[in-house]
């Protein structure tokens, strides 16, 4: 099973910034979608945002324009993520998919142990 790595997560208060990282084996994911996902306590696991080899980006409504997600096209996915609010808080994944539907976790099959993002308010 491939790992992915996240990084970056921590405690802010509303308002705040924080950027998120996500460092896959190599160049194995150059042309993979890239995708963040993220769990709040009690909740579904939602789609954040996404990346497409060629730079195409995808983003749930509830963080558009806050948002952004990058790649290096290495090994590194990024998520920066500006005026956070208390409903931001979550566990956050990085994944990996081969292609398919972009907000559809189960289109994804590579996955991280996950970020926790705390906003305080």
């Known amino acids: 099973q491939v790992q992915l790595v996240e990084s970056g997560g921590g405690l802010v208060q509303a308002g705040g910034s924080l950027r998120l990282g996500c460092a896959g084996p190599?160049?194995?994911?150059?042309?993979?979608?890239m995708g963040w996902f993220r769990q709040a306590p009690g909740k579904e696991r939602e789609f954040v945002a996404a990346?497409?080899?060629?730079?195409?980006t995808y983003y749930a409504d509830s963080v558009k324009g806050r948002f952004t997600i990058s790649r290096d096209n290495a090994k590194n996915t990024y998520l920066q993520m500006s005026r956070l609010n208390v409903e931001d808080t979550a566990v956050y994944y990085c994944?990996?998919?081969?292609?398919?539907?972009?907000?559809?976790?189960?289109?994804?099959?590579?996955w991280g142990q996950g970020t926790q993002v705390t906003v305080s308010s």
């Open positions: 994944a990996a998919s081969p292609g398919g539907t972009v907000g559809d976790g189960r289109t994804y099959l590579h």
């Open positions: 190599g160049r194995t994911f150059s042309t993979y979608l």
């Open positions: 990346i497409t080899w060629s730079g195409d």
